[in-house]
């Protein structure tokens, strides 16, 4: 008996971008009922693959087949129809309108014969409900998407996938948003489809997730695939050296803990009502304090209250000897503070502007030629070349590219240097290193342990607990808007940390 061929076979797979090839002849199958892990660091070529098999980009050579047939989709809407479902990293959702509404935005079900244009509001609403509760979401269908949350919105982009009833599922960074809760609810789905019969590539920086739920795992290096073999042929170690081309021994920087007297944030009672309540915290210079807690717990949100981004009610924040009133993100930037937000995208980047631009915004006043504000080129180019030198900007990324083109670690890195160049007093990080790869990881925790050794103070919000505990110098715990515990000196305890964040 003739075995079945296999979902998904990509044979001899070449893109280029100009000048620059990104993809180099790259073989890869994917057996029905299965998923491929693919992994690699930011810039290895994961998402170009995927956004090939979406139909979101030709191919320079190569050929694929879906099913044992052809496949070469001229957009997404042909490989929606074909049974391609593509959920993005980045969030293709349109926030004005209703879950429903997106879910059938090209394909609502229709009272009597299509011509009318008659939509059948009832039948919409019902499949949406059922599709959202395949992923454990309880939503009214009618609920705006501007009024979810991220991981909120992550699963609905999910749920929207599984609407097409599609035969191969691209999933790219699928839990950079979402609770552990809501990831292991994902994982279950993925099971229960590869029950089914339907195929799946998996995209993540998560090396356990990968290893935990792909049957096969493939590795992506420069756009040559490294290595695809069989889930129990890998171990995380095997899998961080295939990637980087090389064993990394430590990945956090060692640090010199010598105590420093000088207190560069001290807050006071810090309250936000519905979101934080009666903060109090301080760092002091040279120091790299961590704050974890559970999604909800108010981590950000002090951060954005610290910086004048929202609104606080009562407390005091004191920078360096000096109490701030009537803080603003200008007023602090002048008082040395910098912040790095959550949401790169959203609250981060100048997307449509080049690596250049986005490099020298928070400090346009240092490049100006007089007092008009008129901007001296050359000076900026200057201080664009020794930035992209210090946090390492790949070779290929270019001055004049535009910063949406670039992988997200490579993102991640202009926006750090960004703050600094300015040399702050006081550096507010919030999850500096969410959806990038292991070798970006490193260099960003080295940037962050020499800038506290240069004397700044770092205040550092992530939901990954190993991280705290391998960068920081001590550890406060928040639990529903509070400041629950404090963890003064290393050795750390991780499951006490934990412990605190979730019982208080």
């Not at 995927?50 to 957009?75: E, Q, R, S």
Request: one cysteine or more; aromatic letters at 4%.
């Amino acid at each position: 008996m003739t075995a079945p061929p296999p979902a998904l076979s990509l044979q001899g797979i070449c893109k280029s971008f100009g000048k620059v090839q990104v993809l180099h002849d790259v073989d890869l199958t994917l057996p029905l009922g299965q998923t491929l892990g693919l992994v690699g660091e930011n810039g290895a070529g994961k998402s170009t693959l995927l956004n090939i098999l979406g139909g979101n980009l030709p191919i320079n050579a190569g050929t694929i087949a879906l099913g044992g047939l052809d496949y070469a989709p001229t957009g997404p809407a042909d490989a929606e129809r074909a049974g391609v479902a593509f959920i993005h990293q980045e969030l293709n959702l349109f926030e004005n309108l209703s879950i429903a509404e997106n879910f059938f935005l090209t394909r609502f079900p229709h009272r009597g014969p299509r011509v009318w244009g008659v939509i059948d509001r009832h039948e919409t609403r019902e499949r949406t409900r059922e599709f959202l509760q395949r992923v454990g979401l309880a939503h009214d269908p009618d609920t705006v998407v501007g009024e979810l949350s991220s991981g909120e919105k992550q699963l609905v982009e999910i749920a929207k996938a599984l609407s097409v009833s599609a035969r191969v599922i691209l999933f790219d960074e699928p839990t950079t948003s979402l609770t552990r809760h809501e990831a292991a609810r994902l994982f279950d789905l993925i099971a229960e489809l590869q029950a089914q019969g339907q195929a799946m590539i998996y995209i993540s920086h998560d090396l356990d997730d990968v290893l935990k739920i792909c049957d096969e795992i493939a590795v992506l290096r420069d756009g040559h695939l490294v290595r695809q073999g069989a889930r129990d042929e890998w171990d995380a170690d095997l899998l961080v050296q295939a990637m980087v081309g090389r064993k990394i021994e430590s990945l956090f920087p060692s640090r010199d803990l010598t105590a420093r007297s000088e207190v560069v944030l001290e807050v006071e009672g810090l309250t936000a009502p519905g979101r934080f309540e009666g903060v109090n915290l301080s760092v002091q210079a040279g120091e790299i304090v961590g704050m974890f807690g559970l999604v909800g717990a108010g981590r950000s949100e002090v951060l954005r209250g610290i910086f004048g981004l929202d609104e606080t009610t009562t407390g005091r924040v004191r920078v360096g000897e000096g109490l701030v009133a009537h803080r603003t993100p200008r007023r602090m930037m002048e008082r040395g503070v910098a912040l790095l937000t959550e949401d790169r995208k959203r609250d981060g980047l100048f997307a449509i502007s080049s690596v250049s631009r986005n490099f020298g915004i928070a400090n346009l006043g240092a490049y100006a030629r007089n007092r008009l504000g008129w901007i001296s080129r050359e000076r900026q180019d200057r201080a664009v070349t020794r930035l992209r030198d210090a946090v390492q900007l790949d070779s290929s990324v270019r001055e004049n590219q535009m910063i949406r083109t670039l992988s997200g670690g490579n993102q991640q890195k202009v926006i750090i240097g960004r703050w600094l160049v300015r040399n702050p007093q006081l550096l507010l990080l919030d999850e500096p290193t969410r959806g990038i790869d292991v070798g970006a990881k490193q260099k960003i925790y080295q940037l962050i342990g020499e800038q506290a050794a240069a004397g700044s103070g770092v205040l550092v919000v992530s939901s990954e607990i190993e991280e705290l505990i391998g960068l920081c110098d001590r550890i406060v715990a928040m639990r529903s808007g509070r400041v629950v515990a404090e963890y003064p000196t290393r050795p750390f305890d991780r499951e006490e940390i934990l412990r605190a964040a979730i019982q208080g």
